[in-house]
């Protein structure tokens, strides 16, 4: 079983994933660019990276759970000069995309990184801070059977329920239509929020009273979980927002790229991007 484990990106669902992996006793090495949970993962037997290749080149595993394409492919490639989990890993060894980006990025890192024998699997992941905190998160991985098999161990320490969808970039794509189904929830209910709030409905009763009605949804029920989220972003609502946008642009891409008209993913794309 893979016990060295590579973690890049201690962000709001990062860190509390890469704990609990510290805590299911794995021999943790760990990378961010800021120090405030890096001395927290040092305090719980992690070692600290100096840099990207360094996490490489001290696991058989990495994780990344970073914001966005770019910095995914910087994680595993790098900027020149030979850094990047990919300089540093050896044959046999994973890289786990855990971020949301698009599943034509999992397929470049996983060209790039064929030639030294990596694998590379995506497995978004589903539940907010609540639930990375507690271990339950939803995995929904991509990539070759046997690999992601291998990583289990892993995605049972992070998650509740794990779901292998296919080949590599087909988690990401769950993971993108479920969100867009969520955030398409989460405009419909702010608006319907503004529209209770000028005919002077309470705001509290109107959470209430949808929760109990044929309106209930998880994004209802965790709606003030989620504005108090939002606003311990480390760049605030607005950086909260930023990200639903790429989400909800990435999800429109893919049905085009499919072949598909998704119109309530591109006017929603677009509205949220204004």
Known sequence: MLRRVGFVGLGNMGAPMARNLARAGFELTVYDLRPEPLAELARLGAHVA?????VGERSEIVSCVVVDDAQVE?????????DGVLAGAGPGSIFVVHSTVSPLTCRKLALAARAKGVHVVDAAVSGAESRSEAGTLTVMAGGEAEVVERCRPIFDAIGERVFHMGGLGQGLAA???????????VQALEEALRIASAAGVDEKTMIEIASASTADSWAVRNFFASREMMQRHPQGPKGARQIGVKDLSLAA????????EVPVADFLAGRAST
Not at 50 to 54: G, I, P, Q
Not at 253 to 260: C, E, R, S, T, V
């Open 50 to 54: 100096r840099a990207t290749r360094e």
């Open 74 to 82: 910087e994680v595993f490639l790098g900027t020149g000069a030979g």
């Open 175 to 185: 993971k993108l239509c479920n969100n867009l189904i969520l955030l398409a929830t």
């Open 253 to 260: 891409k893919l049905g085009h790229d499919l072949g598909l």
